[in-house]
């Protein structure tokens, strides 16, 4: 079981960047997905998640420019980011918490990071 996100790279400040993230693997279920982001020197602090119902939070530092989305037949979950500011830089991690048989606690996995540069 993996989770792999891409959509990384380099963006003017103002600009917009797409990141995905696909769950693999001999999954049961997936309960509520996560993004999270650890820049230089500070500690990983959570984006937004969205449960399997659609319900989406944000944090109050990306709210309004960033949208959570998920694809329950796909196993995968995105987050847009618009207007982005040169302190988004940041690696960015999904995480999710999985279930692989019926009767497994959910647990949490997490993505590799991808790396997000805003700068001029």
């Known amino acids: 079981v993996q989770l792999q996100a891409c959509g990384g790279g380099l963006v003017q400040p103002g600009g917009s960047l797409r990141l995905s993230c696909a769950a693999s693997?001999?999954?049961?279920?997936?309960?509520?997905m996560y993004w999270y982001r650890q820049a230089p020197g500070k500690r990983r602090e959570l984006v937004a998640t969205?449960?399997?119902?659609?319900?989406?939070t944000y944090s109050n530092s990306v709210r309004g420019r960033f949208t959570i989305s998920r694809d329950n037949a796909n196993n995968t979950v995105a987050l847009q980011m618009k207007g982005l500011k040169p302190e988004d830089t940041a690696v960015y991690y999904c995480?999710?918490?999985?279930?692989?048989?019926?009767?497994?606690?959910?647990?949490?996995?997490w993505g590799q990071g991808t790396q997000v540069t805003v700068s001029s």
């Open positions: 693997g001999s999954i049961f279920s997936i309960g509520t």
């Open positions: 969205v449960t399997r119902g659609g319900s989406a």
């Open positions: 995480n999710a918490d999985l279930s692989l048989t019926y009767s497994d606690p959910s647990r949490s996995y």
